[in-house]
């Protein structure tokens, strides 16, 4: 049987997803292809998925609350973070997960962390910061606007606006979840702050990827230890795809994100 999957957004032709997933899907001999769907509203999100008969699909911006509400059942991290960027259709209900949360974190694993500081308070940044909190990580948040902050102090985060932000404490990774970089001269917040917060840092982490934004240039300059998005978003997709496989009664299962990994990895 021919599965369908697909990434929605606004706007979409950017992802790569479709180019991962098919790339896996054919390499293991799985009978599935994966599309991408550009949606103009929300919530017609759930009735599209239903229309087309998707066996699976990934969310992402604007569309990661909607896909949280629109889900029947929400599992895992998702419940905490408020949004879902993975959708997997089990029997005839729809589940939905948030793969962000542990894709961002494969990524510091290792690092010797133990305070955080996140740029943005949006949905990124809820996955990002969940996901530390989950681990025992101290994090606290700015953000250049006071209203999306309010869903982090609820969660006992230290929040701060990024204008009135004096840093006391020093942070061991800064992590920039905005999208502020994706045009060539925006940093997230005023570079003196950013140069005082890189010289007591270890690490930078931008979630942008593909390009080298003025954060993590920066961060270079203070010979930080920098990492864009591009891992975060292998292993967000992995983890994904295991998800979709749990599902598939394929002999050919590739059964683990290692798996999907290693599958992209031979073609480099
Ligand atoms: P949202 O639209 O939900 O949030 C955007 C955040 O960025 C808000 O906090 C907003 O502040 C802030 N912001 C936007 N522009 C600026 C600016 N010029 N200066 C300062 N702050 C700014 O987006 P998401 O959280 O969903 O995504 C953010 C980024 O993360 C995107 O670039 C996306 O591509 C990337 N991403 C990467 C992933 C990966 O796998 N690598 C996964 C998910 C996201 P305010 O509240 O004041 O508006």
Same mark, same amino acid.
Request: proline residues 4%.
């Given at each position: 049987m021919l599965r369908f999957f697909a990434v929605y957004g606004n706007?979409?032709?950017?992802? $790569?997803s479709p180019l991962l997933h098919n790339h896996v899907f054919t390499k293991y001999g799985l009978s599935a292809c994966y599309g991408r769907i550009l949606l103009?509203?929300?919530?017609a999100l759930r009735k599209n998925f239903d229309t087309f008969g998707l066996s699976g699909a990934n969310i992402t911006i604007p569309f990661k609350e909607n896909a949280y509400t629109l889900c029947d059942e929400v599992r895992g991290i998702a419940q905490e973070i408020g949004a879902c960027n993975t959708w997997v259709r089990e029997n005839e209900r729809v589940i939905g997960y948030n793969t962000d949360a542990q894709g961002f974190y494969e990524c510091i694993k290792d690092y010797h962390i133990k305070n955080a500081l996140v740029i943005g308070a949006g949905g990124a940044a809820k996955a990002v910061a969940i996901a530390l909190k989950a681990h025992n990580i101290h994090t606290s948040i700015i953000n250049?606007?006071?209203? $999306?902050?309010t869903f982090f102090a609820d969660k006992g985060f230290v929040c701060y606006v990024s204008d009135e932000f004096k840093p006391k404490d020093s942070y061991d990774i800064i992590i920039n979840t905005t999208?502020?970089?994706?045009?060539?001269t925006h940093l997230p917040c005023p570079k003196p702050l950013l140069e005082s917060l890189f010289a007591n840092a270890s690490y930078a982490f931008d979630l942008i990827y593909g390009k080298q934004t003025p954060f993590l240039a920066l961060a270079a300059d203070s010979h930080l230890i920098c990492d864009d998005g591009k891992d975060m978003l292998i292993y967000q997709a992995a983890i994904a795809f295991k998800l979709f496989c749990q599902n598939m009664s394929s002999?050919?299962?590739?059964?683990v994100s290692g798996t999907y990994i290693a599958g992209l990895e031979s073609t480099q």
């Open positions: 706007p979409i032709a950017h992802s $790569k103009e509203n929300g919530e250049r606007s006071a209203q $999306k902050l999208s502020a970089g994706l045009g060539d002999a050919n299962d590739a059964r």
